[in-house]
């Protein structure tokens, strides 16, 4: 049963959401190179490769998205606080899932007839992607709302990322996501008072999902030496994992109502979260960071004080030029704080190969 949308969101039409305006945390939609892509060579990987690609394939999940009964309920007990974070987190999750839609589909679209393997296995996965984006905002008109995807897709900014950022970014994001989705999942099935909604129940399933998509831009990182054996790869693997928990790290204590109506201490989550996807990352990257270092979670938590100041000027009546040199004191605190986290001695995964397998 759909239940009327908190009045606090700006609709482009009745029942459409207004996209939240592009920062720096919201999810981007990404282009690449394709003709790079499309001559990479696989070799080194092909085995593995084409394991993950026939578990893509089997498609377990092709039955997991189906609303069940539970569903059909009317849902305006929920407090409108808790309403507003649930489909703040909604949209969120909807984005990022339909910008890994867009990319996996062009890059399939570009490779077909070029690279039939990986053309196929883009396609598998555009196919899970755009089955997740649709779940989330069949759940957000729940609440009265829905976005509009075909109006993101003409709307949005397309950030060009190299083929070997991509490969890293998507490789983490999809771990990330993994761990994101499993610990909501085992939290709220030891606590089933916390639950909300009914679509956490297909957390276990679903986080299965990302869990193969990282399987995979695993085995396409490995497949190239140049994004592992290299002293830069070393510093791009670190780079990359401290953007996307930083990221992360802010955007959890930033929405930390949404986690605190489901039961979750979102300080708590945050490093579980950054914990297990830095451990899982240590079987693609050649370097990782030290996620044990003393100093490694209270920096993360100093940026996101900082990052709640930036928010707080944002929602001041100062002219932009006044509102820049407010907030140039609390970015340069969230830059020295990544700059420190940074140069923490890393863990070489390389050296420690035999034990990670």
């Given at each position: ?9 700006t609709e482009l ?213 140049q994004l592992w ?129």
């Amino acid at each position: 049963m759909v239940s009327a949308p908190p009045s606090t969101f700006t609709e482009l039409a009745p029942g459409i959401k207004a996209p939240v305006q592009q920062t720096l945390l919201t999810p981007r939609f990404y282009t690449t190179d394709f003709d790079k892509v499309a001559s990479l060579d696989l070799s080194q990987q092909s085995v593995e490769l084409e394991s993950v690609i026939a578990e893509l394939r089997a498609d377990y999940n092709r039955h997991h998205f189906v609303r069940n009964a539970n569903f059909e309920r009317d849902w305006s007990h929920i407090s409108r606080e808790t309403r507003q974070a649930f489909i703040e987190f909604l949209e969120r999750s909807i984005t990022s899932e339909f910008s890994g839609f867009l990319l996996f589909k062009e890059l399939s679209r570009k490779l077909k007839g070029r690279n039939p393997l990986l053309s196929e296995a883009f396609n598998l996965l555009a196919r899970d992607e755009a089955r997740h984006a649709g779940f989330l905002n069949k759940a957000m008109a729940d609440f009265g709302l829905s976005l509009d995807l075909g109006y993101l897709t003409k709307n949005r900014t397309y950030t060009f990322f190299p083929p070997e950022w991509v490969i890293y970014t998507v490789y983490l994001s999809e771990k990330i996501g993994y761990w994101r989705y499993i610990l909501v999942y085992r939290h709220l099935e030891q606590h089933p008072e916390h639950e909300i909604y009914p679509l956490f129940q297909y957390f276990e399933s679903w986080c299965q999902d990302e869990n193969r998509h990282g399987d995979f831009f695993k085995a396409l990182l490995r497949s190239q030496p140049q994004l592992w054996q290299t002293w830069q790869a070393r510093l791009w693997a670190r780079f990359f994992l401290l953007t996307v928990f930083v990221t992360h790290t802010l955007t959890v204590l930033e929405r930390a109502d949404f986690y605190a109506s489901i039961g979750i201490d979102p300080h708590h989550y945050n490093q579980q979260v950054i914990s297990h996807t830095n451990e899982t990352s240590e079987r693609a990257f050649p370097s990782v960071l030290n996620t044990e270092h003393p100093e490694f979670f209270p920096r993360l938590e100093t940026c996101a004080q900082a990052n709640a100041k930036l928010t707080e000027i944002n929602g001041n009546r100062q002219p932009k030029f006044i509102k820049f040199f407010q907030k140039l004191p609390w970015m340069t605190v969230i830059l020295w704080q990544m700059l420190r986290l940074f140069l923490i001695k890393p863990v070489d995964t390389e050296q420690m190969r035999g034990v990670v397998y």
